[in-house]
């Protein structure tokens, strides 16, 4: 199975900052990464998809890059409303599998 | 819209049974697949498997092999998870999520509420 590791657990940072985490898969799934956001009792919710594909409806604040084995996700100027948990995703072959998340909180 | 509306939550005994239930609506349920997914408390999030609403073709997680079952009607466009021999740490939230498309399976852009499963004797 191929292992996603996120790095780091866990992210404080403030309104408006820029934040990246980040996402290393143990071999290579090219593009094949997605992210999504997940807030408590919530389902986990689509935001980037292919590396690098916004999700419809999903604010441009929210980015994603890498290939390979190294990816990252980007928020460029938090807002209330992302403090949440990411996790990482390989579709590249089954099983599929996810990062053990990030979370990200208000500092 | 697109929603998945999935069953409430169930407590069952270990080594027990549960099925839980995920309705589509809002799109051609035969045009997508589903997979399903878990999340333990506090944990992270884990595939089990997906099945075809087209053909019912399934791929299953080898860890669930022999102890899963993914099914649909595409009557009701509805697809179930079977689950047996229950054990405890198989207590977490299950949700179903439509793949994004056929031609690039495992991207999962809605999901079920979720179902709590708790496995207590």
């Known amino acids: 199975d191929i292992q996603m590791t996120q790095s780091p657990s866990s992210l404080s940072a403030s309104v408006g900052d820029r934040v990246t985490f980040t996402c290393r898969a143990s071999?290579?799934?090219?593009?094949?990464v997605n992210w999504y956001q997940q807030k408590p009792g919530k389902a986990p919710n689509l935001l980037i998809y292919?590396?690098?594909g916004l999700q419809s409806g999903v604010p441009s604040r929210f980015s994603g890059s890498g290939s390979g084995t190294d990816f990252s996700l980007t928020i460029s100027s938090l807002q209330p409303e992302d403090f949440a948990t990411y996790y990482c995703?390989?579709?590249?072959?089954?099983?599929?599998?996810f990062g053990q998340g990030t979370k990200l909180e208000i500092k | 819209q697109v929603q998945l509306v999935q069953s409430g939550g169930e407590v069952k005994k270990p080594g027990a049974s549960v099925r839980v239930s995920c309705k589509a609506s809002?799109?051609?349920?035969?045009?997508?697949?589903i997979s399903w997914v878990r999340q333990a408390p506090g944990q992270g999030l884990e595939w089990l498997g997906s099945?075809?609403?087209?053909?019912?073709?399934?791929k299953y997680a080898q860890r669930y092999q022999g102890r899963v079952t993914m099914t649909t009607d595409t009557s009701t466009a509805t697809a179930y998870l079977e689950l047996r021999r229950l054990r405890s740490d198989d207590t977490a939230v299950y949700y179903c999520?439509?793949?994004?498309?056929?031609?690039?399976?495992?991207?999962?852009?809605?999901w079920g509420q979720g179902t709590l499963v708790t496995v207590s004797s």
């Open positions: 999520a439509r793949d994004y498309t056929t031609t690039w399976p495992g991207i999962f852009d809605y």
């Open positions: 809002g799109y051609t349920f035969t045009n997508y697949d």
């Open positions: 099945i075809s609403a087209h053909n019912a073709n399934t």
């Open positions: 071999q290579s799934i090219t593009i094949y």
């Open positions: 292919g590396a690098t």
């Open positions: 995703q390989q579709s590249y072959s089954t099983p599929y599998t």
